[in-house]
């Protein structure tokens, strides 16, 4: 029985780790099966872009040249252009054009990865199998960590099961758990616990105005840009938040005034983390800016934002229907999370015309709308509301259309991870062909 007793210590207390529990293990176990590392499909496209940074600076030892790194390219993946993510300067120098940040992130991933190579023995060349499977875990990780912190952030405003609702419908439900598991190297996963944090700084800081909180925000923000610049949109959260009346305005512009010195070293720290990617440029390209993604544009005079939300090709809705009820819990917000109607109400449609605004709104290879991940920390909170509300009422109903949408995006994030679902161009004739199939595709 005292033995008994001693592993009850370590068992969840709570639905919400409960749930949480289920997630990872689910999760865990479908990265283990999709097993991309065995074909080196891992670094390839925008997350080989991220990752050139790590074995330039590390293994290959050729910033500004990219010549080992061509060779080694070319050897790990004969079929890709080796020079996918690299631009040539008129000055002869070559810069990566994707951004900066994700190598950030990668690193304790590599770091570790590396080590285990060369004591292990493994082929120590940034992309041998360890190095795929930790930075692949590493991905997974900052995926569940941000489930986790959403969790107990949305513990604040609402009781223990519907907090847990939520991050069932958010880690199993929705495009997430594809780039959470078979896409894990991707920035979407990372820029959810990014926004995770956001949401959890910005609460903090102005619930108690310390110097932790005000550089913890600026800091997370910071890390959110330089992974991917789009995500300046999401500064409509610490700036909106909880702006719900004229008074509220007035006390905002109070608080900013009276904590002057901290907004002043925000913006700094801000500027600081952004100077990285600049300094990079400089320092290896010789100019302090360079164009991301060269020849690719925004064009805000033809926006897709029906194909976007609804198609069939990469609808954000139609891939996530489960993120319907976040956007129907905006209307039942002011009851629990009264504080984030205001970022939602104007970042969500703005987030929606510049993504979609892209010269691709489809976002090339990619499982549903990927971009919209990163504001579902925030939806997180409306989708919570429309639980709180209607739960004991339909929750028979909510319960069998939540288990059928679920186990529908896992069926079908299998599919897209076995090139069922097209991942450029899907289309009604397949997405029928296909419905119920498991098995690889047969032509």
């Known amino acids: 029985m005292a033995s008994l007793s001693r592993w009850k210590r370590w068992w969840p207390s709570s639905h919400l780790a409960y749930v949480w529990l289920c997630v990872a293990i689910v999760s ?7 097993g991309r590392w065995n074909n080196s499909n891992v670094f390839v496209f925008d ?14 030892n050729d910033m500004g040249d990219t010549s080992f790194g061509h060779a080694l390219r070319l050897a790990y993946r004969p079929d890709l252009d080796p020079n996918y993510g690299i631009t040539a300067l008129p000055n002869g120098k070559k810069v ?25 023995g493994a082929p120590a060349t940034g992309y041998s199998v360890p190095y795929q499977v930790l930075v692949s875990l590493g991905g997974l990780a900052y995926a569940l960590l941000g489930l986790w912190l959403l969790g107990l952030e949305l513990r604040r405003y609402f009781a223990d099961h519907i907090a847990a609702l939520t991050i069932l419908v958010l880690g199993l439900g929705t495009n997430l758990f594809c780039y959470a598991t078979y896409e894990p190297t991707m920035a979407h ?94 320092t290896v390209g010789g100019s302090w800016f360079i164009e991301f993604y060269p020849g690719q544009k925004f064009d805000f005079t033809d926006p897709h934002i029906l194909e976007g939300l609804f198609s069939v090709r990469k609808g954000w809705l139609f891939w996530s229907p489960l993120m319907a009820f976040g956007l129907l819990g905006i209307f039942w917000a002011r009851y629990n999370a009264k504080a984030v109607i205001p970022a939602l109400l104007v970042i969500l449609p703005a987030f929606i015309y510049v993504i979609y605004s892209w010269w691709d709104w489809g976002y090339g290879g990619s499982f549903g709308s990927r971009p919209m991940i990163s504001l579902y920390p925030a ?21 069998l259309i939540i288990l059928l949408l679920i186990l529908l995006n896992i069926l079908q994030s299998w599919q897209y991870s076995i090139g069922l679902v097209n991942c450029c161009e899907e289309n009604w004739e397949n997405y029928q062909k296909y419905f119920f199939d498991l098995d690889w595709p047969k032509n």
């Not at 865990?28 to 999709?34: I, K, P, R, S, V």
């Not at 923000?221 to 409509?236: D, K, N, Y």
């Not at 009346?245 to 005034?257: D, E, G, K």
């Open 379 to 399: 939806l997180g909170l409306s989708m919570s509301s429309f639980w709180a509300r209607w739960w004991h009422k339909l929750a028979w109903l909510l319960a």
């Open 28 to 34: 865990l176990a479908t990265l283990g099966h999709a």
């Open 189 to 282: 996963a990372t820029l959810f616990m990014l926004n995770v944090l956001l949401l959890r700084s910005t609460r903090r800081w102005y619930e108690q105005g310390d110097w932790v909180g005000a550089l913890g925000l600026a800091a997370t923000f910071g890390f959110m840009m330089l992974v991917r610049p789009s995500e300046v949109l999401m500064a409509g959260v610490p700036v909106l938040w909880g702006l719900t009346s004229v008074a509220a305005v007035r006390q905002r512009i109070a608080y900013w005034t009276s904590h002057w010195q901290q907004v002043l070293a925000m913006v700094l720290l801000v500027g600081l983390i952004g100077s990285i990617q600049l300094l990079y440029w400089r």
């Open 96 to 120: 990566f054009f994707y951004p900066i940040g994700m190598s950030f992130f990668y690193s304790p991933w590599f770091g570790m990865a590396h080590a285990y190579a060369l004591l292990g």
């Open 47 to 60: 997350s080989g872009g991220y990752y050139l940074y790590l074995t330039s600076k590390f293994i290959t």
